[in-house]
């Protein structure tokens, strides 16, 4: 039953898995995540490789790199049952193919290896993972708006994204978030987002790691009032954080988001406003939201 309902799902966003792997980010990482396999089944190529094979055949796999593949299929099985959206799991199958093939190559050919990697790094460094760019009703904070903006009116409630464009956890948390902002948001209930990669002091205010091995990234805080009330992951008393998985519906259950948008949108009708909530197909964003979202 699991495995039609992965497939179902797989079919119904068929569309939207094409319009990324198109993107030069994909494209890129597609063949780097294959080079290995490319190389040692091309014909005229493969002949002229090292084999352990006992046949001596050069273009097929040896059974430490079938074994060293198995290995990487378990590994890839194991961190996509944390995985929440469809971009996670394709980052996690990437990521793993390319330490495999790091692996692989340098077991072939340190030469091969050095080439690879110095591939990797280029890769990296040219070809970044595309941003969310669908409808959202977020606002997005500078290290000198944050604070006014959470203290303007004490009546609002304020869900704050920290975020880094560099975290592939946050990359792939952008669409979740997004169609909460535009579910939930209403007069007293508001969605904002921050880049402490890019505003360090802001990081520091709020107490969340901007290390490359920190676990606190994204995080989601509530604030009322300009106070924080709660925030996941949550930090230990070592400063470590609580494992804590980015699912719509964990959001929506330990945010007690139901409950907080009836008692929210209220606000709207007690000022004499008529709000309406923003329409999924229907671009939310300011001008100077757009211009900000480019700029990351």
């Known amino acids: 039953m699991a495995l039609l309902t992965a497939l179902f799902a797989f079919l119904y966003h068929l569309p939207q898995v094409y319009k990324w792997l198109l993107k030069p980010y994909y494209i890129a990482s597609l063949f780097m995540s294959v080079a290995f396999l490319l190389i040692r089944k091309t014909p005229g190529i493969c002949e002229h490789l090292s084999t352990q094979r006992e046949d001596g055949n050069s273009c097929d796999f040896d059974w430490r790199e079938v074994e060293i593949l198995m290995f990487l299929s378990a590994i890839v ?28 190559f340098f077991r072939l050919d340190i030469r091969l290896g050095l080439l ?89 205010k709020y107490r969340v790691s901007t290390s490359p091995l920190s676990k606190q990234l994204p995080s989601l805080v509530l604030f009322q009032g300009g106070k924080e009330i709660m925030r996941r992951p949550q930090v230990d008393k070592k400063g470590r954080a609580v494992s804590w998985a980015f699912t719509e519906e964990n959001i929506i259950r330990e945010f007690n988001l139901n409950e907080l948008y009836q008692k929210s949108k209220k606000l709207g009708k007690t000022k004499g406003e008529k709000f309406e909530r923003p329409k999924p197909e229907a671009e939310t964003i300011t001008a100077m939201d757009t211009e900000s979202k480019k700029d990351k």
């Not at 996509?80 to 692989?104: D, P, S, W």
């Not at 975020?163 to 946050?170: I, T, V």
């Not at 007069?187 to 904002?192: E, I, R, S, Y």
């Open 77 to 104: 099985m194991m961190k996509n049952r944390r995985a929440i959206t469809i971009e996670q799991h394709l980052g996690n199958i990437i990521l793993f193919c390319k330490v495999a093939n790091v692996i692989l």
């Open 116 to 204: 690879y990697l110095t591939l990797c790094i280029v890769s990296l460094m040219t070809c970044k993972p595309p941003i969310y760019m669908g409808p959202e009703y977020i606002k997005y904070f500078s290290d000198k708006t944050i604070d006014d903006e959470l203290e303007k009116d004490n009546r609002v409630t304020w869900i704050v994204e920290f975020f880094a464009n560099w975290s592939p956890e946050c990359q792939s948390f952008a669409s979740v978030y997004a169609d909460l902002s535009l579910k939930y948001n209403c007069a007293g209930l508001k969605f904002g987002k921050v880049d402490i990669g890019r505003y360090s002091e802001v990081a520091k």
